[in-house]
């Protein structure tokens, strides 16, 4: 039977039993049973954990994650991403009623004290055992800190998280040890610097500066100090005190700390009555995270960094050493993000297409030379609400985009146009061009010959009857003549084209390789992404030098160290000429053609447009020497077929490439080029084709082409019988034996 002290009281050794018995079940700090040589205590609770000499001294402090902020190319804040919204001052910068109320309130002998409060703890044993609970914890500030940067460095994995908060003897002493640690390295100032960093505060709200701005808008060095007891009160339980939600509890736990400010020496009796006499006054600033928070429309931009950022080996070996550096924060990532051009995007998909429309538009700029994102929007803003979507229409599956792009239709042809004549087909040069026409009974691949076997047979047309050939390539291209494409992929093969489209970066929005058929490298039945088109039309504005596209300028750390970004690779895809060449007939494209309703004021352009199959998707890719730009419309789903249709409040009985996509970007283009050099193209001469029965013509116009047999007249470096047109030196004449188009061994 146990003895009792006089008086009927426990013995020491009984009252240290019932605690360790009690606090082992609360997860009350036992920071004294983990002392060395702590006596009977010391070894009741070796037997519960490792010996404390065997636990690591050395207690790993990670940085601590804070806010992201993402910067356009001036420096204007695009958004502020986090993991956790922090963002970490020094002590100076924390208002001294807050160092005051935070320590007054849970350690009051924090500067009296080392790593424990052996007072505090005997306190807490007594009162513990009076109640048969948990009245009163004894963790000091430092053991606090040290059990939050267990937590920090848990992150948002649950199982970590629950093994960093779990209440057991063996963790509070290995939180004892690395106290003791912090507090001999660090000193008093700077643990409370980090406790005040570092503590969670509610409503998102990590660290003592982000709190003072989620509730008081201001700063923390700014706090009054009825707000500084406020914040100080939430520490202990911030879903219980919040302030936003429950002014009472929030007032009532206010209080206590004034009155506890008071009872400690910090402030007057008549201060604390004063203070706890006014009312709690808040000035909420809501959480503002996440790319949806982006200016301009940016907020698909905004993701796509993100996307970069996890994915870009630059940034980390692993996808867990880029998520975990992102998760972190504290960045400052400056992006290729033009303001002016990201304006003009925004403002020209506003005025030409509504969220609530059937279909949506995506717009992508580019600059030329350098790769860099300029602008980056759509119709349906970023978002989970009703007409809004997180997918980014302008990129690719694995970048955030949608699953396989979309058909790009005739906007495609100017990439076979230059893989031709690459491989030495004139510009001038001529086809019949059928109004319709089955496709050819075989076309030569990189491998085994296509061969149109189906039944019944793969058949195309044009668009109108009227557009019936024969046709040389100018007229074609800005007529857009489908016939005449089909004729001369047949006539090259398709393995310059796939060659061509590699070097352009031209890939599926899937990211696979295009498939090697006839619709898909001429008529652009496959799916692309807006990026994609917009960077390989920047080739040719670029005279044939392709530039993957970037969105990254810079990043610095919270410390203001610069990591090292992706940069822009840049290649000849094709010779000048060729590039040349190919400005010289889209430009035809914009000032007679089918993109008329595109065309810039004093300034060169040049682009194409493009219309699939049953209308469900058109498009506009055209550029200017310094910007290149790419608009889709259409239904992301492909469900919509655009006939009878209403687009920005126009009704359109049929939608072309010229007539929706085409204005968008004008608007777009001539808003980001505004007060920009206007610098002209390279261009060649291309002739009109000579009357039917011109001699030089074979006097056979209407066979529709001009016979490749030149009699070595077209030998690479030679000049061809038509003014204007230069044969690229190492391509192909055609009278080697070579496929035509492709390159001679």
């Not at 009977?40 to 519960?48: E, F, H, I, R, Y």
């Not at 109640?131 to 914890?137: L, R």
């Not at 008081?216 to 009054?224: E, Y």
Request: aromatic share 6%; proline share 6%; glycine share 10%.
């Amino acid at each position: 039977m146990p003895k009792n002290r006089s008086g009927g009281g426990l013995t020491a050794t009984q009252q240290a039993a019932k605690f360790l018995g009690v606090a082992a079940l609360s997860g009350v700090v036992l920071a004294g049973i983990a002392l060395p040589a702590a006596g009977a205590l010391g070894l009741a609770a070796k037997g519960t954990v490792e010996g404390f000499d065997e636990i690591p001294a050395n207690l790993k402090t990670p940085p601590l994650s804070q806010r992201t902020t993402i910067l356009d190319s001036k420096g204007g804040a695009i958004a502020t991403v986090y993991s956790r919204d922090r963002t970490v001052v020094p002590l100076k910068d924390i208002s001294p009623y807050m160092q005051k109320a935070i320590v007054a309130i849970e350690d009051a002998r924090f500067y009296k004290h080392g790593a424990v409060d052996l007072k505090g703890i005997l306190r807490a044993m007594n009162r513990n055992v009076q109640s048969g609970g948990t009245a009163q914890g004894a963790s000091t500030l430092t053991q606090q800190y040290v059990k939050n940067v267990f937590v920090e460095e848990a992150g948002d994995d649950p199982d970590k998280v629950a093994q960093a908060t779990q209440q057991t003897i063996g963790r509070k002493v290995q939180e004892l040890k690395y106290a003791i640690q912090v507090e001999e390295e660090l000193g008093k100032k700077k643990i409370l610097e980090n406790y005040l960093n570092i503590t969670f505060f509610g409503q998102q709200a990590y660290g003592i500066e982000a709190a003072s701005h989620r509730y008081f808008s201001k700063s923390a060095k700014d706090l009054k100090l009825e707000e500084a007891a406020l914040l100080a009160g939430l520490v202990q339980s911030p879903s219980r005190y919040d302030p936003v939600n429950d002014t009472e509890e929030a007032t009532k736990r206010r209080n206590t700390v004034l009155q506890r400010m008071a009872d400690v020496g910090d402030i007057s009796q008549a201060t604390a009555k004063k203070a706890q006499s006014t009312p709690i006054k808040l000035n909420v600033s809501k959480p503002k995270n996440g790319c949806i928070t982006a200016v301009s429309g940016a907020g698909f931009f905004c993701d796509y960094v993100r996307q970069v950022f996890l994915t870009d080996p630059a940034f980390g070996r692993t996808k867990e050493d880029r998520a975990k550096i992102w998760n972190r924060g504290g960045l400052t990532v400056r992006t290729t993000l033009d303001p002016q051009a990201q304006q003009g995007v925004q403002d020209s998909i506003k005025s030409h297409v509504y969220k609530t429309d059937k279909v949506a538009t995506a717009v992508t700029l580019v600059q030329p030379g350098t790769g860099k994102i300029m602008g980056m929007g759509q119709s349906k803003p970023y978002g989970l609400g009703q007409n809004e979507t997180q997918y980014n229409y302008s990129v690719n599956k694995d970048m955030g985009g949608s699953n396989f792009g979309f058909p790009t239709g005739s906007t495609f042809k100017p990439f076979l146009a230059a893989a031709a004549i690459e491989g030495g087909t004139p510009a001038t040069q001529m086809y019949s061009a059928p109004y319709e026409m089955d496709y050819p009974d075989t076309v030569q691949t990189c491998g085994k010959p296509w061969v149109n076997n189906s039944v019944p047979r793969y058949h195309l047309e044009n668009e109108s009857e009227s557009e019936e050939g024969p046709y040389a390539l100018k007229d074609a291209m800005a007529m857009s003549v489908n016939t005449y494409f089909v004729q001369m992929l047949q006539d090259i093969g398709m393995c310059p084209v796939s060659h061509m489209t590699d070097k352009l970066g031209v890939v599926q929005g899937d990211g696979t390789k295009l498939p090697q058929n006839p619709s898909a490298l001429t008529l652009g039945s496959n799916g692309l992404s807006p990026l994609t088109m917009a960077s390989a039309y920047a080739a040719f504005a670029n005279r044939g030098t392709y530039c993957t596209p970037i969105a990254i300028e810079s990043v610095k750390t919270a410390g203001g160290d610069s990591l090292p970004v992706p940069k822009s690779s840049c290649t000849q895809a094709m010779s000048e000429t060729t590039a040349d060449t190919i400005n010289t007939l889209l430009r035809g494209v914009v000032d007679s053609g089918t993109g008329r309703e595109a065309g810039l004021q004093n300034r060169d352009n040049a682009g194409k447009t493009g219309t699939t199959d049953a209308r469900k998707n058109a498009w506009f890719v055209g550029y200017t020497p310094n910007m290149s730009g790419a608009v889709w419309v259409g239904s992301p789903s492909q469900s919509v077929e655009m006939e009878q249709i209403t687009i920005g409040g126009v009704y359109r009985a049929q939608v072309y490439g010229g007539e929706v996509p085409g204005p968008i970007w004008r608007d777009a283009m001539t808003n980001a080029l505004d007060g920009r050099p206007a610098p002209p193209f390279t261009t060649v001469d291309i002739p009109d084709p000579p009357d039917e029965e011109d001699e030089d013509w074979g006097g056979d116009r209407r066979r529709g082409r001009h016979d490749n047999r030149d009699d070595g007249k077209n030998k690479p470096g030679n000049t061809s019988p038509f003014p204007g047109i230069t044969i690229t030196p190492g391509a192909t004449g055609g009278n080697d034996g070579t496929p035509r188009g492709q390159i001679a061994p």
